[in-house]
């Protein structure tokens, strides 16, 4: 999941895949205000089929709270 | 070294919602000045009306209307259209719910001074606007149509000494709001507020200056408004009105795309268009069609049909 998440990163903030990894964030990586913030949100709502509440948006602060929220707001595996 | 709202501001807000912090600081950067002028008088403002749990409500406030903000243009871009075209249905969803309009309330409030175009507005207001209504009287009485907090009339008033403003807006929850923060800022002498329709309220005419910011788009007949404004105002007055142009948001239902449309309102309610300013971020998105934006005008009210 985390390949896909920073796929889309990359995609949003226009930034080369090789430059992010976890820790990147609104302080790394130049283009990532709010306004693509939300882009990257909504990208990543259509890349995982999910909806994402706007607390959690409100928090994610790097690759990784983005990672956490995804994994949250997936369905549930079940067996 | 005295309490600095704006540095407590910033720095909460870059630590809770980082993301959001950047557009704030970078307008911050930008405007050393300006941004100062106006976001310290408004972040004291607010601490004084919510006390201790200021930073965390104006974050939230904030946080969450810009979230709303861009999901909304983003399916703006999508649909090319606003969402809603009934003003009772936004009514209902928005102005008439509690827990909606804590959040709203602060929102807007915050967008005044965060966003970089609306901080040139308040520059335009203040130069274009309160400049002439303290070159023409020096004391005088205003209507404020769709207040919200009240914001554009308490920075009249703080710098018009002599001059009283009536607020009004549809909103119980911002009503009360409001009042709390005219009263915590020393204002409530010269201010009354009034919980009812804009397109619809007289009381108290004529007025010396009037002042409807942001109230035009939620409107299905914009056009009523500036009518029901031009009547409340005595000959060759000044009037102060902003609207938003393609710009969606949960609320806003007449969309506005061309600043001539909205001049072109202001002329058919009787007005004559003295100044106008059209204001839009910096950046959008390349791909985006449309530009959302924000237009002041500062209108005299016409005596006959030309002038
Ligand atoms: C975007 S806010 C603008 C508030 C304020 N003028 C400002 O610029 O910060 C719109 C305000 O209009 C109020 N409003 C909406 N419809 C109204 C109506 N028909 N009459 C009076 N107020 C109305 C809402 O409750 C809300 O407070």
Redesign the pocket.
């Known amino acids: 999941m985390k390949t896909r998440v920073i796929a889309v990163v990359a995609k949003v903030m226009d930034v080369p895949l090789d430059q992010l990894d976890e820790t990147s964030s609104p302080d790394s990586v130049e283009n990532w205000d709010s306004v693509k913030h939300m882009a990257l949100i909504m990208a990543m709502e259509e890349e995982f089929g999910i909806q994402m509440t706007d607390s959690q948006i409100i928090k994610l602060w790097n690759v990784a709270s983005i990672c956490e929220a995804v994994g949250q707001s997936l369905p549930q595996m079940t067996d | 070294m005295s309490f600095n709202h704006t540095d407590a501001f910033l720095s909460h807000i870059k630590k809770e919602a980082p993301a959001f912090a950047k557009q704030i600081s970078d307008t911050a950067d930008r405007n050393p000045g300006l941004f100062g002028e106006l976001a310290e008088p408004m972040l004291a403002w607010a601490c004084k009306a919510i006390g201790p749990q200021w930073l965390e409500t104006l974050t939230r406030g904030y946080t969450t209307f810009v979230v709303g903000v861009n999901r909304s243009q983003a399916e703006y871009e999508r649909d090319r259209r606003y969402k809603h075209s009934s003003?009772a249905e936004?009514?209902s969803q928005?102005?008439a719910d509690p827990r909606f309009?804590n959040d709203?309330?602060w929102g807007?409030?915050v967008?005044?001074f965060a966003w970089e175009h609306h901080l040139h507005i308040y520059e335009f207001y203040r130069d274009q606007f309160l400049g002439r209504l303290r070159r023409s009287a020096s004391a005088g009485k205003i209507i404020?149509?769709?207040?919200?907090?009240?914001?554009?009339s308490m920075l009249a008033l703080a710098r018009l000494e002599s001059w009283k403003s009536t607020l009004?807006?549809?909103?119980p929850?911002?009503?009360a709001l409001t009042r709390r923060t005219v009263q915590c800022t020393g204002l409530a002498d010269r201010v009354d507020a009034h919980q009812?329709?804009?397109?619809s309220?007289r009381d108290g005419a004529p007025y010396d200056a009037g002042?409807?910011?942001?109230?035009l788009?939620?409107?299905e007949s914009p056009g009523q408004?500036l009518a029901s404004l031009a009547k409340s105002l005595g000959e060759r007055r000044f009037a102060f009105v902003?609207a938003?142009l393609t710009a969606a948001?949960i609320?806003h239902i007449f969309e506005f795309r061309r600043e001539s449309e909205v001049v072109a309102l202001a002329e058919q309610a009787g007005f004559r268009v003295v100044a106008m300013f059209s204001s839009a971020p910096r950046s959008v998105a390349p791909s985006a069609t449309f530009l959302p934006r924000s237009i002041a005008l500062v209108l005299e009210k016409r005596v006959g049909e030309f002038w």
């Open positions: 003003y936004v009514h928005t102005y309009m709203y309330h807007v409030y967008t005044t404020d149509l769709g207040c919200g907090s009240g914001i554009w009004v807006d549809i909103s929850t911002t009503l009812a329709d804009a397109m309220f002042i409807s910011c942001f109230l788009e939620h409107l408004l902003t938003a948001e609320d």
